[in-house]
């Protein structure tokens, strides 16, 4: 699977559970939000705007994605809220098809256009690293089933203070009305994965 592919299987409505760790306090963070993503094709105006907008030949990307988000976090102050939206641009190295940059509007720690440096792994996980002014982030995202995607990241600061993020993804099902069977397997996928992968990239 490339990148594109990824962009593809991820099409649709998501429900992600988030929990962030905040390493420096040794304290965690629950959230949650709805996730719609929209593969794009290669010749999309919004894939070929953000090509001019980094000053990549539009004509090198393979595709892309539109992604809208609304959510909201546990420390929130009033008023605050965790929503958005960016398009990405994927431009895949000529020699080596699964890797490549990622061209975004806005970043995932900084609001600001940004190009990042990703590759598919022998697992089909795809691993993003960005590197900001102030910090570098390193995401890892993949399919546990068709319904359930993870997401892990981690975000250095150059000052040392470091956050580890991890959510969990379910498919909303739009086809068949009300999304009930697929909402209720994926749930329970959810469940069952959850304190497996949290060991995992964690260290617990």
Known sequence: MDAIEFFQKS???????????????????????EITVEAL?????????????????????????????QGSMAWDREGENHSGETVF???????????GRMLRE????????????????????????TEYETMSVIERFWFANPNLRMRTSTVTRFGGFSTAS?????RISTESGDGSNSEVSSAKANK?????????????
């Open 166 to 170: 991890f959510c969990s993804e379910s």
């Open 41 to 69: 094709a290669g010749d999309d105006p919004k894939v070929q705007e953000i090509c001019k907008l980094h000053e990549v030949d539009p004509s090198e990307a393979s595709g892309g994605a539109f992604v809208s988000w």
């Open 192 to 204: 069952e994965l959850l304190g497996t992968a949290f060991s995992s990239v964690l260290g617990w």
């Open 11 to 33: 099409a649709g409505k998501w429900r992600s559970q988030r929990t962030t760790h905040h390493l420096a306090f040794r304290r965690a963070e629950m959230g949650d939000s």
């Open 106 to 129: 806005r970043g995932y720690a900084e609001i600001v256009p940004v190009a990042g440096q990703y590759h598919m792994d022998e697992e089909g996980g795809l691993i993003l690293i």
């Open 89 to 99: 641009a994927i431009v895949p190295d000529p020699n080596h098809p699964n890797t």
